[in-house]
């Protein structure tokens, strides 16, 4: 295995247009597969989240006449609904499997990480966990994320331009950055699109999972074991669906969750790739200071967490350390031999010290495995195992360990 090779050659060879993408000599196949994520009656109705974003224009308005500058960019992010995002609701997503099998009897769902633009660093790791525990691999974009945005919200100039109005309103701003222009926008004055965002990826997965387990899916069959590979937010998203445990379906699945873990309280993802100062007081606020009084605000959060959905709960227990312990720390217990983290040593968005007092308890008592790694080069979370000639060695020698390891719980 050659950690950089591989990433340039899979980069290069994959696209969406392609239904199998079949590389010369070897012995797998990406395949691509439309998927169509529904809209019920949970989720926001169209009124609200038009009177929402016309609310936001207003406030940005407000904000820029009080400086004196011009903000179009920050209104234009609010021009669709989010109800209206046709990438959103019919997007490909790409699934790694072996040639030998007309349908592979297990996989692995790979989450990936919040704001995340494509899916460039993800193919190696599909490829590494398909190759070393012989299971397909499928990537499911997060809602949202990936290609389930509109096109201007990745636009260079336009976010960049974004970027610079959002510095001319907070002159205090920092991390800010055309990459997270948009979410860091978008998440400010619109958290609640976070809770969305999630429950509509989670209501996807449960569709998808149906899906395989009615027969109907081209590739896997219906009696698959399913496991999970998830990195960051992905984590977070993993934790809820095996809290939950919809129909039983994850009795025996495992989560290795990579970078990924703690409650929100003890994430710290201000960052230029992911959303800026800004952003993260207003995320900090709503979700882990202020969140039962911020819920009822919003119409559709306090029907949907005024009900007795047990993913409402493992939702708002993974909020706050603090909050919901005993609840969390209960289904942790019962969870404790499905999951496994393996956490970073240097990484300041997810360190391991906040991966271990959510998943081993206050008191560390739960038997969650936690594995603290470092490297002996310059890495972050955003880029655990970064590109260049000078380290590809060691970053090599670094990645075959992690995915050994990770491959080696959930095979």
């Known amino acids: 295995m050659n950690y950089l090779k591989d990433y340039y050659f899979l980069k290069k060879i994959y696209n969406y247009k392609s239904e199998i993408i079949k590389p010369a000599e070897s012995d797998f196949s990406i395949l691509n597969f439309i998927f169509y994520s529904e809209f019920n009656n949970r989720f926001p109705e169209k009124l609200e989240c038009i009177r929402l974003a016309n609310k936001n224009k207003k406030i940005i308005r407000k904000i820029a006449v009080e400086k004196g500058i011009s903000c179009p960019e920050s209104e234009c992010i609010f021009d669709f609904p989010d109800s209206d995002v046709q990438q959103n609701k019919v997007f490909i997503y790409p699934v790694y499997k072996n040639n030998k099998k007309a349908k592979s009897d297990s996989v692995i769902f790979l989450l990936h990480g919040l704001n995340e633009k494509s899916w460039d660093k993800y193919h190696v790791w599909a490829k590494a966990l398909l190759e070393m525990t012989g299971k397909a691999v499928l990537m499911f974009p997060i809602s949202f994320h ?58 996807d997965i449960i569709k998808l999972i149906n899906q395989i387990k009615s027969g109907n899916h081209p590739a896997i069959k219906n009696n698959a074991s399913i ?177 050994e390891e990770s491959s080696e719980f959930l095979g």
């Open 227 to 403: 496991d999970f590979f998830s990195y960051s937010i992905g984590a977070f998203l993993t934790e809820i669906l095996l809290m939950d445990n919809h129909n039983n379906w994850f009795d025996k699945s495992k989560a290795l969750l990579f970078c990924g873990g703690p409650a929100m309280s003890h994430m710290y993802p201000s960052s230029r790739y992911i959303y800026d100062s800004e952003t993260y007081k207003s995320m900090t606020d709503f979700y882990v200071l202020n969140f039962d009084k911020e819920i009822m605000k919003s119409k559709s959060m306090r029907n949907y967490f005024s009900g007795l959905e047990p993913a409402a709960l493992d939702f708002k227990s993974l909020l706050n350390v603090d909050i919901e312990s005993e609840y969390r720390e209960k289904k942790l217990k019962n969870l404790s031999g499905q999951i496994k983290a393996i956490s970073l040593a240097k990484d300041n968005v997810i360190p391991p010290s906040s991966v271990k007092l959510t998943l081993c308890g206050k008191n560390k008592d739960i038997p969650v495995n936690v594995v603290e790694k470092d490297f002996p080069f310059e890495y972050d979370h955003i880029s655990p195992f970064p590109l260049g000639e000078g380290i590809k060695d060691d970053v090599n020698k670094s990645f075959i360990e992690v995915f």
């Open 146 to 203: 990936i290609n389930r945005v509109l096109p201007s919200w990745n636009h260079p100039r336009r976010m960049d331009n974004l970027s610079k109005e959002r510095m001319m309103m907070y002159p205090d701003l920092s991390e800010s950055s055309f990459v997270n222009a948009a979410i860091s926008t978008r998440l400010q004055f619109k958290p609640e699109t976070f809770f969305w965002s999630g429950m509509r990826t989670y209501n």
